[in-house]
């Protein structure tokens, strides 16, 4: 077994993979998939430490006063948009900071030592925010994702190896 694990967009046809791990809603049409996870929803958080000099934000528009932690994807090239919804609204969000990571660990780290406000999955972030190291922020427009889904081609004979594989990952719907 190989496993490679990055936020790249891969192509597993292209790189001889026999699987890869998607949100639902980043599948492509030419694929078979299977849901391995439930809903994800991501979180806006930060530490006390960096409130203690700073408003809370109540709004998206309010971001832009933050020093907001990127997420910079190689597939794209360039720094993810926070996505937010609130009832029918939804906004791609352009932020601002210092720091830039291409891992979410990473990210979630700078948040736990202050150095600004977060969007990272919210299981991710849940230690944190029990134990009041982490503060959520504007919790009302926090995203939900279709889960985490296997996905394969739809070209390529299904071996009973992947079938066994298949059938222990998947996620009751």
Same mark, same amino acid.
């Given at each position: 077994?190989?496993?490679?694990?990055?936020?790249?967009?891969?192509?597993?046809?292209?790189?001889?993979?026999?699987? &890869?791990?998607?949100?639902?809603?980043?599948?492509?049409?030419?694929s078979?998939?299977?849901?391995?996870?439930?809903?994800?929803?991501?979180?806006?958080?930060?530490?006390?430490?960096?409130?203690?000099?700073?408003?809370?934000?109540?709004?998206?528009?309010?971001?832009?006063? @933050?020093?907001?932690?990127?997420?910079?994807?190689?597939?794209?090239?360039?720094?993810?948009?926070?996505?937010?919804?609130?009832?029918?609204?939804?906004?791609?969000?352009?932020?601002?900071?210092?720091?830039?990571?291409?891992?979410?660990?990473?990210?979630?780290?700078?948040?736990?030592? &202050?150095?600004?406000?977060?969007?990272?999955?919210?299981?991710?972030?849940?230690p944190?925010?029990?134990?009041?190291?982490l503060?959520?922020?504007m919790?009302?427009?926090?995203c939900?994702?279709? &889960?985490? @889904?296997?996905?394969?081609?739809?070209?390529?004979?299904t071996?009973?190896?992947?079938?066994?594989?298949?059938?222990?990952? @998947?996620?009751g719907?």
């Open positions: 077994m190989e496993l490679s694990s990055d936020y790249a967009l891969t192509d597993i046809v292209q790189g001889r993979y026999d699987f &890869g791990v998607r949100l639902g809603d980043e599948l492509t049409r030419d078979s998939a299977v849901r391995i996870a439930p809903d994800l929803q991501f979180a806006i958080v930060g530490a006390p430490a960096y409130f203690a000099s700073r408003a809370m934000p109540a709004n998206p528009q309010d971001l832009t006063n @933050h020093a907001c932690i990127n997420l910079r994807l190689p597939t794209r090239g360039n720094l993810y948009a926070w996505e937010l919804r609130k009832d029918q609204s939804e906004l791609n969000v352009r932020v601002d900071g210092q720091l830039v990571f291409n891992g979410i660990y990473q990210i979630v780290n700078a948040a736990l030592s &202050g150095h600004g406000l977060a969007y990272v999955p919210e299981d991710l972030a849940r944190h925010l029990e134990s009041r190291r503060l959520p922020v919790k009302s427009w926090w939900t994702f279709p &889960g985490y @889904h296997l996905y394969y081609s739809s070209q390529r004979e071996l009973r190896a992947m079938q066994i594989l298949i059938e222990a990952l @998947h996620y719907e």
